[in-house]
C-alpha cells in the first residue's frame, strides 16, 4: 500500500519538473542504455580471450602459424583481429607490420571507446540542465509572488523548482563514474593489446631469422 501510495508522488516529482526535468528523463534513460551496453562491449573476457592470449604463449618461434591462426579466427575479439593483422602482414619489414597493426588496433580502440563521448557530454550538460530548469521554476514563483504571497506556497514551489537540479546531479554523477571507469578500462586493453602484439612480432621476427 505505500509503494501504490507513493507512486503518483514519484510521478509528480518528475511531471513538476517541466522542460528540463523531460530531456533530464530522456538523457538518464539514454545514458543507462550506452552504460549496459558498454559495460557488455568492454568485457575483458571478450576483449581479450583466455584462449587467445594462452595460444599466443603457447605459440613457439619458428613454428607454424597455422595452428594459432585458427584459434584466432574461432575466437572473434579485439584481440584477435589485430594478432591477425600481424600475421596478414608478417613477411613485410618490422617497421611496416608495426605501421599496419597499429592503424588496426586504432580502429579496435575506437570501437571500443564508441558511446564514451556521450556519457562525456551528458556527465557536463545535466547538472546545468538542471540547474536552467531551477532557474526557470524559480523565475516563476517569484514572478507571481504578488498574486500568492502565502510564504509556504512559496517554500513549496521553491522546493519543487529544486527537484530539477537534484536530477541534474543525479544523472551526472553515475554517467562520471561510469566514464572513468571505462576509459581506464579501454587504457587498460590498449596496453595488453600492445604488450600481447610486440610478443607475436618477437616471435614472428626471431623465427624469421633462424
Not at 36 to 55: F, G, T, Y
Not at 162 to 169: D, E, F, K, R
Not at 171 to 198: C, G, H, K, M, Q
Amino acid at each position: 500500500m505505500t509503494l501504490i501510495a507513493s507512486a503518483p508522488a514519484f510521478i509528480e516529482f518528475f511531471v513538476k519538473g517541466g522542460f528540463f526535468m523531460a530531456v533530464l528523463v530522456i538523457l538518464s534513460i539514454f545514458s543507462l542504455a550506452v552504460i549496459l551496453q558498454r559495460a557488455l562491449v568492454i568485457k575483458m573476457d571478450r576483449v581479450l580471450p583466455p584462449v587467445v592470449s594462452n595460444a599466443l604463449t603457447a605459440y613457439k618461434s619458428g613454428a607454424p602459424v597455422e595452428p594459432l591462426q585458427k584459434t584466432l579466427e574461432r575466437e572473434p575479439s579485439a584481440l584477435s583481429r589485430v594478432l591477425l593483422s600481424v600475421l596478414q602482414h608478417r613477411d613485410w619489414p618490422r617497421a611496416e607490420i608495426l605501421d599496419a597493426v597499429q592503424t588496426r588496433a586504432r580502429h579496435e580502440i575506437s570501437r571500443l571507446e564508441s558511446g564514451l563521448v556521450f556519457l562525456e557530454i551528458t556527465t557536463g550538460i545535466s547538472p546545468l540542465l538542471g540547474l536552467l530548469g531551477t532557474l526557470s521554476g524559480l523565475v516563476g514563483i517569484f514572478g507571481n509572488i504578488g498574486d500568492h504571497g502565502d510564504p509556504q506556497r512559496v517554500a513549496s514551489g521553491i522546493s519543487e523548482a529544486l527537484n530539477c537540479t537534484i536530477v541534474g546531479l543525479g544523472v551526472a554523477v553515475p554517467n562520471l563514474i561510469a566514464y572513468n571507469y571505462f576509459t581506464r578500462r579501454v587504457e587498460v586493453v590498449a596496453i595488453d593489446l600492445e604488450s600481447e602484439t610486440t610478443e607475436l612480432i618477437t616471435k614472428l621476427s626471431l623465427g624469421r631469422n633462424r
